[in-house]
């Protein structure tokens, strides 16, 4: 199985939509009495380019690296610090960078001045809940320049049509429901819906998890 690294440069979030209400960081954060809403500089910013007592990185070629997970990598509060992750991105060409992000809307304000149609290590998966954020933010996605792009219905909020915006840019769909005891209710008629269209478009479709309300 091949290797994987998470990196989160900057840790906290201010919640932006429908999927946000019942966030696992939030979650996960308010057992420690920790306020998700401030977005902090964490202490392996600069992770990627860390080296070992033999002058080697410490994260090897070859790697997946999870970027930002318990965050927004375009959270505005973080603008003051992407330039320099961009960078270590663009040092670190021999590891591939995956970013989620629901704020596709700042995406050309916040990419480096070299990203041309995108840098061959990243691939940036949009998150769509619901029709509504599909239809707001998928045509954005599309238009944006990424070389590698996946949609993330996670966690999957009701029945959505995608089919119109699958094809031969979008790598992949995953699919996910809703986890933690507040759990809103995801249908399996929903999944296989998706799967359907993804059948059609023949397009890579992954389904990740039922969520803590899974309704056959």
């Not at 995801?186 to 998890?209: D, G, M, T």
Request: glycine content about 6%; charged content about 25%; some cysteine.
């Amino acid at each position: 199985m091949a290797r994987t690294e998470s990196w989160n440069p900057w840790h906290g979030c201010h919640k932006y939509s429908a999927g946000c209400l019942n966030c696992y960081v939030y979650r996960i954060d308010r057992l420690s009495g920790r306020d998700s809403s401030i977005v902090s500089k964490t202490a392996d910013f600069a992770k990627p380019v860390a080296l070992d007592r033999q002058g080697n990185y410490k994260i090897p070629s070859g790697v997946t690296v999870y970027t930002c997970f318990s965050s927004d990598f375009f959270v505005e509060e973080a603008d003051a610090w992407r330039e320099q992750a961009w960078e270590m991105i663009s040092t670190r060409r021999d590891l591939h960078f995956y970013i989620i992000t629901k704020r596709i809307c700042r995406f050309l304000q916040c990419i480096p001045s070299d990203w041309g149609f995108g840098y061959e290590n990243v691939t940036v998966g949009c998150t769509v809940e619901n029709q509504a954020a599909a239809d707001a933010r998928l045509p954005l996605f599309l238009e944006a320049p990424i070389r590698h792009r996946e949609i993330h219905c996670e966690p999957l909020l009701e029945k959505i049509q995608l089919e119109c915006w699958l094809g031969g840019w979008i790598e992949r769909l995953t699919v996910g429901g809703e986890s933690g005891e507040n759990a809103r209710v995801c249908e399996y008629a929903w999944v296989h819906s998706l799967r359907q269209q993804c059948a059609r478009r023949n397009v890579e479709f992954y389904f990740k998890q039922t969520g803590a309300n899974f309704r056959p």
